[in-house]
Nanobody
């Protein structure tokens, strides 16, 4: 079992940067594909990015490509989401999640464990 705790959210102006962190408990962090999702009020939760177990393969939704970077350090049981060039439409609660399956996926129901979320608000 994995427990996930996100941090690093906040209120920023458009164009600013934020770095979200997700700290995982347990000794099996490296066995999970890790993902970031976000949910805005009144909208469904959506995929943002995922990273392979080794950290060598990232995967992004088109709307954040070139602006966001996902990374992980298995020795620190942590995954990050560096967000640059933030836009008001990036405003959401951001969640990290862990997937125990064999392949990278953006499907929400494939992820086994979820954090509680961290709020990101981008003002125009």
């Amino acid at each position: 079992q994995v427990q996930l705790v996100e941090s690093g959210g906040g209120l920023v102006q458009a164009g600013a940067s934020l770095r979200l962190s997700c700290a995982a408990s347990g000794r099996t962090f490296s066995s999970y594909i890790m993902g970031w999702f976000r949910q805005s009020p009144g909208k469904a939760r959506e995929f943002v990015a995922a990273i392979s177990r080794s950290g060598s393969v990232p995967y992004y939704v088109d709307s954040v490509k070139g602006r966001f970077t996902i990374s992980r350090d298995n020795a620190k049981n942590t995954v990050w989401l560096q967000m640059n060039g933030l836009k008001p439409e990036d405003t959401a609660v951001y969640y990290c999640a862990a997937h125990s399956g064999p392949t990278m996926t953006q499907l929400i129901w494939h992820y086994d464990y979820w954090g509680q979320g961290t709020q990101v608000t981008v003002s125009s």
